[in-house]
């Protein structure tokens, strides 16, 4: 379904021992690596001040070398300036690869702990429980009290942060652990990775403006550039033979990144305020385990101001806003991790309006109290729908869960209830909502007398504060390159986290590298002509499917070969995904459609289990 294209690479070839000082700056003793090569007589390494930072005994980030092999020097990467929104899985582990990378680093998160829709609340959005409001008090968090992941914690972890007793925090060493306990974990690797510096909470980003490069600027760079590809040249000339010269923006790229590389790329300004939550609706530290905090003794990061500051990482981030107005900065780039699980997708059902009954969606439910006695009809059986159906049968009279493909195909030829309490039937979506209270099936059938109509139909992409630069049009983020990268703003503006059907984490992970590489120019992307005309192919390969657009970006079995096409992209250094993980993910997709009341509880790949632990302790004595 993607086209192939060859021209995203990292900056230096494999086979050089640069590329490995450049592709793994974690790597312990890099220099000593290097001395030892074959390739040291002709290389030196001069390693910039205050750009090392070290953690744990360990080089953590190489932020710039500057090597010279011969007559030739590369500047393997430059620093930006980065704002990212959002403080949650994604948002997280994209600051971690940015700072990684030698970027400044400002996180700007609306909630009052790290977490995002992991942060549990009991507080819905009453009265518009169908969230369709514009002007509602929305709640981020979409969590239902008793939620318990339907993957294992072994296949939701990031790839080098493993989810185990969390160095003594872990409250729930359940393989499918509960929401909080997957809060604990994204802060104890905040914590670990001293992420809060960089992060200001209480925060909201109400506008991401583009500033484009005038005429004057243009020209200027092009200057630039034909000055330092005279320079390079010249350099080239004057080499010794039998000695490779590589250079930033020299051979290493293609023809068409080096195109591409003639015009600066957009800056962006962005205005945030402060968030004055409800009382009632803050989360406590109680509540979240908010209580991780950074080496100064506090969770609360700073507003940063880009350029109008001092461009430190650990300064970036250390002001605490006050006040109520409205703050504007101005960054390199801008990373947006904002979720897609908090804006409610309601499908259109004749009736509605005269309904009496309730009419909400699973993004407001939150304990299965209220549907005592009730008879209740719930729409979409994915995730959501098949466990708060078996919740909510706990307690009422009567369930009938609605969709139209199931999990397990032989699931449409049930026609007897299930569930403990044998209390839920399936049925195909409703077609009409009565007056009378009664509810009529596409198949004809009907049900009397309900009392709540829940919708389990997902969420929509919203970007209010990007304006018109990206469509979402029928819940497709357009146009978008590899599910990234919004053209035409491409790079400074990336987006972590469209994909669905997937296992989150270390797909935000790998993303995260990707564009963190992208800014420093290690690694490049095709023209901007050449991902527009691969967005539009795919666009048309979709529709040549007959694949619905909000489909775009669901990428279940494909998330493997997407996954590691960006790992290829990153470099040798950044893995393919483990062949134990995907074998474990598809062993739950199998549990899980055999056993759907007790998959979370009895299943059959401890081998895989085993296969996990091993590649952790392999990971950690390394």
């Known amino acids: 379904m993607w086209p192939s294209y060859p021209g995203t690479r990292p900056l230096l070839p494999a086979h050089s021992p640069l590329h490995h000082a450049v592709c793994t700056p974690c790597m312990p003793c890099v220099a000593r690596q290097l001395l030892a090569s074959s390739f040291h007589k002709s290389l030196k390494l001069v390693f910039i001040p205050n750009l090392l930072r070290v953690q744990r005994n360990r080089i953590h980030t190489l932020s710039m070398v500057h090597c010279s092999a011969g007559n030739g020097t590369i500047e393997s990467s430059r620093s930006l300036s980065v704002a990212v929104i959002g403080a949650g899985a994604a948002g997280l582990v994209a600051a971690r690869e940015l700072v990684r990378e030698g970027h400044k680093v400002a996180v700007f998160e609306k909630g009052s702990c790290t977490g995002g829709v992991w942060v549990y609340t009991d507080v819905v959005e009453s009265p518009d429980l169908l969230g369709q409001d514009p002007k509602r008090h929305t709640v981020h968090s979409s969590m239902y009290a008793n939620l318990r992941t339907n993957l294992p914690r072994e296949v939701m972890a990031y790839t080098d942060f493993a989810f185990d007793d969390l160095a003594g925090r872990s409250q729930d060493a359940r393989r499918f652990p509960c929401h909080a306990e997957v809060l604990r974990y994204l802060q104890a690797f905040a914590a670990a990775f001293q992420l809060h510096q960089y992060i200001t909470f209480d925060t909201e980003v109400v506008s991401a403006v583009p500033l484009f490069p005038d005429q004057k600027d243009v020209t200027q760079h092009q200057q630039e550039h034909q000055q330092q590809q005279k320079h390079q040249q010249q350099q080239h000339q004057s080499q010794q033979p039998g000695v490779s010269n590589s250079t930033g923006n020299g051979s290493c790229f293609d023809e068409e990144a080096k195109s591409q590389s003639l015009l600066p790329w957009p800056r962006w300004q962005i205005t945030t305020q402060p968030v004055q939550h409800h009382r009632q609706g803050t989360p406590s530290t109680a509540q979240t385990g908010a209580a991780v905090h950074n080496g100064h003794g506090s969770h609360d990061g700073a507003h940063a101001h880009g350029h109008s500051i001092d461009a430190s990482n650990a300064q970036l981030g250390s002001d605490r806003q006050t006040g109520g107005h409205s703050q504007t900065a101005t960054y390199d780039a801008l990373i947006v991790c904002n979720g897609h699980y908090s804006a409610p997708r309601c499908p259109d059902v004749r009736g509605s309006e005269a309904f009496p009954g309730t009419v909400m969606h699973s993004h407001n439910y939150r304990k299965n109290e209220a549907f005592r006695g009730q008879t209740v009809v719930l729409v979409g059986a994915s995730a959501s729908g098949e466990d708060i159906c078996r919740e909510i049968a706990e307690v009422a009279e009567k369930v009938y869960l609605c969709a139209r493909s199931w999990q397990n195909p032989d699931w449409a030829k049930e026609t007897t209830p299930f569930g403990h309490q044998h209390n839920i039937w399936r049925r195909p979506v409703p077609s009409h909502l009565n007056r009378d209270g009664s509810v009529i099936f596409t198949d004809g059938q009907h049900v009397p007398c309900v009392d709540t109509v829940m919708y389990c139909t997902g969420y929509l992409y919203k970007f209010p504060f990007l304006d018109s630069i990206v469509s979402t049009a029928d819940n497709r983020v357009s146009p978008v390159y590899r599910h990234v990268f919004p053209l035409p703003t491409a790079p400074t503006l990336a987006i972590i986290g469209l994909p669905w059907k997937v296992v989150p ?13 992208v800014l ?77 009341d007790k998959y979370r509880d009895v299943w059959r790949d401890d081998h895989l289990v085993d296969a996990a632990k091993a590649a952790v302790a392999s990971s950690q004595s390394s």
């Open 520 to 596: 420093s120019k290690r690694v490049s992307l095709p023209s901007m002509q050449s991902m527009h005309a691969e967005v539009e192919e795919f666009y048309a390969d979709l529709e040549h499917q007959n694949v619905p657009a909000r489909y775009t970006h669901m990428l279940g079995d494909k998330q493997w070969a997407y996954k590691d096409w960006i790992a290829e992209q990153c470099g040798p250094d950044v893995p393919k995904t483990e062949l134990w993980r995907r074998q474990m993910y598809e062993a739950t997709g199998q549990n899980k459609r055999e056993f759907p």
């Open 505 to 517: 984490f270390p797909e935000f992970e790998v993303q995260a590298k990707w564009i963190a590489r």
